[in-house]
């Protein structure tokens, strides 16, 4: 943004543009107002990726236009939370979506992205954590990065994961996924030298409060090295773990 | 109680005694009133155990009257929760009283009970449990138990659990004390065959919730075979794991 | 486990096996993978009883596909928390698979598993706990105990309670199930000298909040000897209680 | 107050007084500002019993304005939550005040009140209840009530309230105190025909939450004719209380 | 019951009948098992009304049986929660049975029960408090009391309750029933001199919590002689309040 | 309602009416009774505006009466929170009612209000708020305010926001609308000098449990000037903003 | 702003300054860096008062720079929530510091303020409310309004509100402050027609759990024309009132 | 570990060492048990960093001992939450022990550690998160990490964070630490395009419980990219940056 707001005032200061025009670029610069939505068409240089779209309490129609908005602006786009009903509405018109059933993600490509050398593990308590672990999966996947699932290790059987600790060990950082009590992040932790995303879900049942006390099992872990994100909230910890990986492929100046 | 019940009836049915006096005995049995309090003399009886003295918010006094009135009935004494500064005024006038700091457990044997071949295994895992898991200790040995202590092996460094393992899986009945996000519970409870209470501790900061986090984890463990206790009851947890121990040894007709 | 590392080790060191072989064997061990789900085959060694299939969330597919896993290493199967509806679909294909309606479960018996002389007391406060106390009661005698069933004798009508003492105080174990605010298993726990396993339920309106009153409550007792499990557990209490009465059949060495 | 309203209006339509001293006396009535409070003087009149002062958050003195503001108005004087530090810098004042050390309340009788012939039973859990159960007991003395007091009979030992449990049947209406579990209120109230006023208190330790866990046991009870006050409210069960116990004396016509 | 007991103890003095017999006399006495519920037919006795049915929960069929007993045994019915459908189906088979729609209430009235010559007042706050008050007002009327309705009287425009608050002040006892903030009960409580009762509604949104604001509200109120009972327990209000009026027309020896 | 009473007091004064009929004017005053409400016809009077029909929990029948109530008393009629379903009803019968399909809320004009010159600007963090940001632009408008309609600048790109801060600026007061987070609401807080009224939403997912996190957060911002409502509360909202806004016209004297 | 942006890019426009110069001042304007604190010395023209000082947490000489800051740039100074102790260190350097004892408050004024001809009305239910009231009070003044204070007029003795109703409704906006269950707030708002701005208060005990009670009260309030602040939170009602009170002495073009 | 095993396998392989040898040493491996303490001396190969001391609820002498086994085994010492009392203490016995009074940990350094050229921003709210800022700043310092402190930059006055943008973003890795209402971790993680980790403090008052809010609002972000660590977890979120940061200067094969 200090570089946006550099050549903006340039412009000005060449008399290229009058102060009017420099004010509204400043502020309004690359959004495409829809009425219902402004698309922010800035994020990819802002924030390294393009917007995602939330599809939950969206119509298809408004899904369309917003992905029909970032298309026409040559950005990939990744929609979440897309029930399988609204898709069928959103590919009727869109014929080139792609969707993946499991992760509930429409994915829809302008433009090929490399694959890192590197990749994220994303390691799951039980079978029923799935749905979550496929969401951060696809969109680990669709920002490039390669991805080793590993699901179903929980620490009832502690033997399943240790069956699996090389690989998890070999990631830059790994997502480990759960639900009940969360106590896999924390035995994870206690095991890798790298960062580790938890994500709570709200797989269980009584005291377990939809996925609220896997979350304090995580924030409290006796282990080191563990940030967490919101209940259920694949997208987010696949979204952190891809800037980590990509920094480790080459980092910043 | 129902032997109780049968023998005064019969008594009444014989003319030993007239049915206001039954009446009386059915109902007040074995108390001793003290004023403030009215201690319960057939508690060993009922319960298998004498009647304990949960010491926080009784005075000094109390404390003494409540421990002449059941070592007169020829009861052992135990009560928890006694402050350093209570126990030097009952030891000034109960000399045989034996004080437990780490376990804050004033101790007085009328009789010598018998220990048992089987033990009790009480795992924590951080040193700051260790007052917890000494007052489960100090409760179990005074119920007659044997008593395997096994602290700091919690799953940050997992190895150091492993290395005590076989002690471990040798007792009847295992308590993991934890606080912070208690995953110990789990981890534990997926490797042994006989019964484990848990006892979540009130170590930690923050949305620990002085001790709730570990509770509710503890609650919805993935590994089957554990029941819960309430926060900091490392009493609790001895006495039913006392119980445990004693079924082992021989059980009921 | 630690009986296990130590024959592969043996075998490695007499060069039976080599080294990756060991290494594998240590860590994966008895496991079934079928992709969706890791099946802990080694958990009857490990804790004494076989993975137990928790129904929800899961597909009929998956329930099925579990429960040929299991079978085909003569493992007993108890499946809970399964619909009528699902189970239709589960008896199309495993014709041997009997179902429990009130405690919804289900059970595929491989071998035949010898009855404990002693018993199991279950204990409910309400005719509407009995869901709960059914899937106890199913799953305790799925693990070969013997079970008595006393149900509705809830404190608003104590005498219904004492009419059934004798009984309860007759068990190796106590598992009392209630919902509201759950008061029975203070009661209970006042008048045995034997383990109880308190599992609140989700019974009642308003500030119950789906049984969290129950389970307050009892985490709390003034009475002696309760653990308690997650609401609406009647499987990991039976699962507790059966420990405890093998446990009394004979003990460990 | 509709009395008070119509003689004013009255007054007015026989032009005794003008409109403006009507509006006046209709909304400021019998109050004395003390300029940090005003005293409500007409509660006995609107409500039957005095203004009670709350002391906690008072200094000595503001109770001791407000104390001769009802004084000076030939009113009672009841005052709840006073230290024994506050109560002497009252008592250099006002020699006359009576303090009931263990209830924490101040009383200063104007006038002497009738006490009922029927009674208002206390009843608590354990020792430490004791607190409260005094301010519930005092408060209902001064308000002209007898008072049976039965302390110490929680469940844990459940003979010891049936060894009471005539002498509870006779009240008008039954306070039942109780902290921890708070199961004693159910039991008590499946026992008896009168109106149970529940006082949860904050004893206990980890889950109690400081009386909430009480709280809400009392307010789920599967006994009818419950009814519940807030946590270490002993004075409101008593004020309550002897509404219905004066009620019971003569009634309203 | 202790006049049972004496009862008992006398027949077994007098040798009319055996111990065992005594036994099981003194413990199951009054009850009907059903198998799935043991109904209570000694609570008039005990209780001064007699057992009534809470229909969440229970069958049609279920319910039915209830009735059948209580009806058997000349005891009035009356059940309350029960949807249009379920009525449907109890009025098939008891073609007595009175359905109260408002109330959700079935009422079966075996023997007539005089009306009390006081009343009961019913004051709401608002439109949608009236499911809980008709709760309340036919359980009134099912014990014998004369009952008030004073509906959609709330604070935000408080002329609406002075316009009746004679009609409330001439009541023995007040049920005061407020969803949203609840502020209703404490100006009630301010203007009355007789118990109120005041019941929380689950009616309002966000912050409510479905009552809980509520409550906390009424269980905080600054007016004295409030208490409590669960949110839209409209029954439980009714059934203290009836007690209470009961007394108030003659009270007890 | 003071200048009622004077009225009236001197009606009576003057012997225009006697004091019956004077107590009840003072209380009955300006209600019309329809049994099930008591249509408050002096709002506008004492509030400044009229009663507001919350539609929820109400029937199609319910909302046409009270309509019609304050209709006939030449009162505007805004009625929230009405389903589409609903309204179809309501249309049937009242043919000029008009409904805001977005903001779910009916209105009904019986006299043309001025608009203020001033406005009020409606700003909501993203599309899924817009359903609440209507309701309160619906209500403001209907009560004669103009309103600036600024959707989805939530802070994720911020100078979506910053485009609109002139506009923002100028109106006389704030309604910042948001969920998940809420954080919009202190950097709105921060950029102006007017009233800002904060509304959280209960769009989000896992710990935003309904729009409470948003609410706290919006409580406690570090931006001074934020007031806050009730979750989705809308119509609160716009209800002080338009107090507010009217102030600004002319104020009081 | 936006003001501010337009100057600076007509300078660069002019060469008057450079655009690195430029983009400093965009950014960091008009701060006042102490190394510990970044002391906003634009929010006079931002918010339209300055930056006020939250006293707690910080030290007396940290205190004591900001104020220096402040004052050192004419603005005048208003510290909240300020110990006696730290007063006196702060007074011992800064003589002119005045300090409001029941406010916790300290006012520095470099420049005198009008007094406004309108009033804002600060009412509260109890004694105890008084100390959250005077730094409302305070606050209203340091702004340059006039305050009405009308103290302990809680609808436990509703009449006591009613004397001073006139008075609060010739405010222009009014401040309603209680504790316990904070009714008072719906009372008031259901009386006038000007904005009113609730806050709660952590007077109580017990379920009121230090003002939440109150605080969700005051959000549920059955009034229209209510909006509230963080509990305890005097400061920040005032800081909202007295935007409105002035936006009442003329408004904004 | 996997390598560990490996290596332990094939000494037992080649008969270097026996199988009850190679179990205890795959087991208890690297651990210094200190009685009270198992120290965990493989944390560096296994987590890339030493065991570092959590040194509330230790005592000083606890300290002292653990820091001696790490530096006897050439690991470099931190430990976090030591009050400057404890520190004295520790530092008359090892006076090497370094003391960082605002962040409250000790340093004690065995080897040197090289300082990354990338570095990691440290962002703070306010004043008052400073503490828990320097716990982060020591921490990563002393895991070798450059460090650039922004602090005070709330969105309160959100030009002052635009002042620091450019040197944000410039990090490799931003932890952004705030109290109240943690909006600020939102503003900045929309603005930046590398990893985020916030870090809510229990700064703030009232509803802020402790820091819960501000928790709410970071997991709840509608920026991408945020992770979040436990309330007061300066040292949790430098560790998982320092992970991050170190990656971006290399990586892993």
Redesign the interface.
């Known amino acids: 943004?200090?570089t946006d707001?550099?050549a903006i005032?340039?412009a000005?200061?060449h008399?290229k543009i009058?102060?009017t025009t420099?004010?509204?670029l400043?502020?309004?610069?690359t959004?495409d107002d829809l009425g219902?939505?402004?698309v922010?068409l800035?994020?990819t240089k802002?924030?390294?990726?393009p917007?995602?779209i939330y599809g939950?309490?969206?119509t298809a129609q408004?899904i369309i236009d917003i992905m029909y908005s970032l298309q026409s602006h040559q950005q990939n786009v990744l929609c979440t939370r897309v029930s399988p009903e609204k898709f069928v509405a959103i590919h009727q018109v869109i014929k080139a979506a792609v969707y993946y059933a499991k992760a509930r993600c429409v994915v829809l490509n302008v433009q090929v992205m490399a694959t890192t050398s590197?990749s994220i593990a994303i390691v799951t308590?039980?079978?029923?954590d799935?749905a979550v672990a496929e969401e951060a999966a696809v969109t680990a996947e669709a920002f490039g990065n390669r991805v080793q699932r590993i699901?179903?290790?929980?620490?009832?059987?502690?033997?399943?994961l240790?069956?699996?600790?090389?690989e998890i060990?070999?990631a830059?950082?790994v997502i480990v996924i759960a639900g009940?009590?969360?106590?896999l992040a924390?035995?994870v932790?206690?095991?890798?030298?790298?960062?580790?995303?938890a994500v709570?879900t709200?797989?269980?049942?009584?005291?377990?409060?939809?996925?609220?006390?896997?979350?304090?099992?995580?924030?409290?872990?006796?282990?080191?090295?563990?940030?967490?994100?919101?209940?259920?909230?694949g997208?987010?910890?696949a979204?952190?773990a891809s800037?980590?990986n990509h920094?480790?492929?080459g980092?910043?100046a």
Chains 1, 2, 3, 4, 5, 6, 7, 8 share one sequence.
């Open positions: 943004m200090a707001t550099k005032l340039e000005v200061a008399q009058d102060t420099a004010q509204a400043l502020a309004s610069g959004t219902f939505a402004k922010d800035a994020r802002r924030n390294g990726y917007e995602v939950e309490g969206k408004q590197t308590a039980g079978t029923s799935m699901y179903d290790v929980g620490v009832a059987g502690i033997h399943r240790f069956a699996h600790l090389t060990r070999q830059q950082v009940m009590e969360g106590a924390s035995v932790g206690g095991l890798i030298d790298t960062p580790l995303i709570p709200s797989i269980g049942y009584g005291t377990n409060f939809e996925g609220l006390t896997a979350l304090l099992t995580m924030l409290n872990s006796c282990a080191s090295g563990i940030t967490v994100v919101n209940i259920d909230n997208f987010g910890a979204y952190s800037m980590i920094l480790s492929q980092g910043k």
